[in-house]
């Protein structure tokens, strides 16, 4: 090998960065996004039938292509496959919701009491900081719930990462990762409304207020109220969209 060559290429690797050759998405690789695209914007509904010929024809590729991206999209929790009965969008039921907003609650509250214990000024500090800009969000009327959603789950996020419990944050990304819960953020329901977006602020506010104050009993309880409240949001449009 060329000797500035090989250094080029220990570069990339030393940097982390993916060669540029391997950087261009596969036409099934697209089309899965095109396709949870069309989920996260409604045009695809929950329980949808997915039909290969019909996809195929209207992206303008092979039903091979077609089969690759629904397997992909399977893999990720987002595509039911049904044997000789092809592929519907995921479901989800009153109870998954249920199941899913008791585990986020108790990671939350695990991971705002931990995060209150050991949070020095300058931690406590970043916190106040993605929370006001949270507020800030909330006070545009006009706001996209799925930008809205964005900052909560990066929240979210940061504590869990910072919450010195090592195995926390691989539980909430694994949680996160669900196809369900994906559907959910991705549609921002628990954030379609002015005031649910108002709610979420004001209950972001008082989870940082404990932690300034170095309340940890009352932070876990933020914490948990924080994703009860989201939960019934949710609950409440999956009602709605559902009768």
Known sequence: ??????????????????????QVKSLPERLAERILQDVMTGRLKPGERLKEELLAQTHAVSRATVR????ALARQGYVVRIPRSGAKIA???????????EMRAALLSVAAGRYTRQAGPAQRAEL?????E????AGIADMLPQDFATQSVRIQ???????????LPDMYKQL???????LIRGQASSFLTFAGRMESAADWRRLA?????SDVEGAERAGRLLLEHSGARVRQHFDTTSS
């Open 1 to 22: 090998m060329d000797a500035n060559l090989a250094r080029a290429t220990t570069s990339v690797a030393e940097l982390g960065e993916t060669p540029l050759g391997r």
């Open 68 to 71: 690759e991206a629904l397997i």
């Open 91 to 101: 479901e989800f039921s009153r109870s998954d919701l249920d199941d899913l907003f």
């Open 128 to 132: 106040e900081a993605l929370v006001v």
């Open 134 to 137: 949270l507020e800030k969000m």
């Open 157 to 167: 996020t940061f504590l869990t990462e910072r919450c010195g419990n090592n195995h």
């Open 176 to 182: 996160a990762s669900m196809g369900m819960w994906q």
């Open 209 to 213: 207020d404990c932690v300034t104050a």
